[in-house]
């Protein structure tokens, strides 16, 4: 039929990944609120109306457009066994032409953090990116001290690049990010520097 289109699910051993949808609102609101303190100090400063329902409307219709546009690819992580919302992650800035880049962001509800939950939603991304979307590169930054954010990255095949000075406000603060990339046949072999 005409003017429908499939949408996205990338599976995961324990997960589907998907896009928003107006009825995860409550779970959505739940799991930020009941993590802000976990989510703080790795997070720009959530506005006044963050946790709204009328915010995440915005947010459900934000990924649908970015999604449909191809500039982002916005997915909530669902475990399959129970329908719990555990974090979300993004491939956003996609850049097609000569760069075939995007970049990725994540977060993880305090309740799921080290349970390889997010290693396994990149790991599925990652192979969505390079195969279903014809990427060659994705990035990745984070702040040099969250360890376990370094950890999975580099779990996952990304390599440090660099640092980028100012480079997001985090908690109200410009904050320094360590850079990390991730290339279809990298054949780089592993870093240690940073």
Known sequence: ???LKRRVRVETERMTLRLPEHG??????????????FLVKWEPVWSNDHLT?????NRVYWAQRAEAQGTALPLLLIRRADQQ???ALTLDNIRRGPSQTGTLGYWIGAPFARQGYMREAILALIHHAFTRLDLSR????CLPENTASRGVLESCGFKYEGVAQSYLQ????????VLYANLRGDRRGRTDVG
């Open 1 to 3: 039929m005409l003017g």
């Open 24 to 37: 995860d609102w409550r779970q959505w609101s739940e799991l930020r609120e009941a993590s802000a303190e």
């Open 138 to 141: 994705l990035e990745a930054a």
């Open 170 to 177: 985090i908690n109200g603060r410009w904050r320094n990010h």
């Open 85 to 87: 919302l555990l974090g």
């Open 53 to 57: 329902r009328r915010a995440f409307t």
